[in-house]
């Protein structure tokens, strides 16, 4: 059973910092790419980040210089590392792979950005 567990959000002052983790199981997890989505308060869903297999990254014009994706394929864990964070970025954020057939989401975790 395919299983994504968000972790690491919370409340932060803007400038501040969070590393979000999204722990998986129930997968071969090295063999897939691996994204980073958010979505704020009545917005739609967008992507954020994304790590492929191999380790090349992409990243959203809005989080670029500030955010990084990470994976370790030992601890079948994605990372987001998010920097300088922003009132705009206060949103809820999920970790998604797509397997053969379909899209498979994690719950998501809150982000917070206010002073």
């Known amino acids: 059973q395919v299983q994504l567990v968000e972790s690491g959000g919370g409340l932060v002052q803007p400038g501040g910092s969070l590393r979000l983790s999204c722990a998986a199981s129930?997968?071969?997890?090295?063999?897939?790419?691996w994204d980073w989505y958010r979505q704020a308060p009545g917005k739609q869903r967008e992507l954020v980040a994304g790590?492929?297999?191999?380790?090349?990254?992409n990243l959203a014009d809005s989080v670029k210089g500030r955010f990084t994706i990470s994976r370790e394929n030992a601890k079948n864990t994605v990372y987001l590392q998010m920097n300088s964070l922003k009132p705009e970025d206060t949103a809820v954020y999920y970790c998604?792979?797509?397997?053969?057939?379909?899209?498979?989401w994690g719950r998501g975790t809150q982000v917070t950005v206010s002073s």
């Open positions: 129930g997968m071969a997890f090295r063999m897939y790419a």
């Open positions: 998604h792979v797509y397997l053969p057939g379909r899209d498979y």
């Open positions: 790590i492929s297999s191999t380790g090349s990254t």
